[in-house]
T-cell receptor, first 116, second 112 residues
């Protein structure tokens, strides 16, 4: 099992540019989460998908952020336009079923985003 | 709302020392409680969990007991190793909700 795969591992971009982060969940998992980690705010849930459908996007900071899950094996998080305050580590996680209480989350290694 | 408060780090220990990381929670219901660990350069991994009061979660020598009376879930290990150096996150999920509320994380460094 390859685990949750995220790409790229590191992204450096300039303010105003579009950034796309990618995630491949573990095969068979039907729940997918995008988290953001910063020193100031810790780990924040941005959006949650179940069976490819966005269930809760209340954590998405603003309209500059969007996420898609076109199929069970792929998701993207896009920031357009990017700003320096978006600099953070972005994690994708997947699990077998709804309900974090009963199913452990498997996290990817994260994408370190730096917006200059 | 639900929240988790864990002791601030960083914590620096010598090998074979005893480790405790305090975690307390606030929840409206009866949450499940977790400890996740993040090793350098990696994503988080589930370390242990407890789903009801008085349950004890354990893994890799770490233990934590769900204490409803003190709303706590402190993480302990009797003899740490250098390989335990990591960031430890306490988390809760209320009533089987999909959301995990994470604490701020505690950085632990174990010196040989």
């Amino acid at each position: 099992d390859a685990g949750v795969i995220q790409s790229p591992r590191h992204e450096v971009t300039e303010m105003g540019q579009e950034v796309t982060l990618r995630c491949k969940p573990i095969s068979g998992h039907n729940s997918l989460f995008w988290y953001r980690q910063t020193m100031m705010r810790g780990l924040e849930l941005l959006i949650y998908f179940n069976n490819n459908v966005p269930i809760d996007d209340s954590g998405m900071p603003e309209d500059r952020f969007s996420a898609k899950m076109p199929n069970a094996s792929f998701s993207t998080l896009k920031i357009q336009p990017s700003e320096p305050r978006d600099s953070a580590v972005y994690f994708c996680a997947s699990s077998l079923a709804l309900g974090a209480a009963n199913e452990k989350l498997f996290f990817g290694s994260g994408t370190q985003l730096s917006v200059l | 709302g639900d929240s988790v408060t864990q002791m601030e780090g960083p914590v620096t220990l010598s090998e074979e020392a005893f480790l405790t990381i305090n975690c307390t929670y606030t929840a409206t219901g009866y949450p499940s409680l977790f400890w996740y660990v993040q090793y350098p350069g990696e994503g988080l991994q589930l370390l242990l969990k407890a789903t009801k009061a008085d349950d004890k979660g354990s893994n890799k020598g770490f233990e934590a007991t769900y204490r409803k009376e003190t709303t706590s879930f402190h993480l302990e290990k009797g003899s740490v190793q250098v390989s335990d150096s990591a960031v430890y996150f306490c988390a809760l999920s209320d009533r089987g909700d999909y959301k995990l509320s994470f604490g701020a994380g505690t950085t632990v460094t174990v010196r040989a």
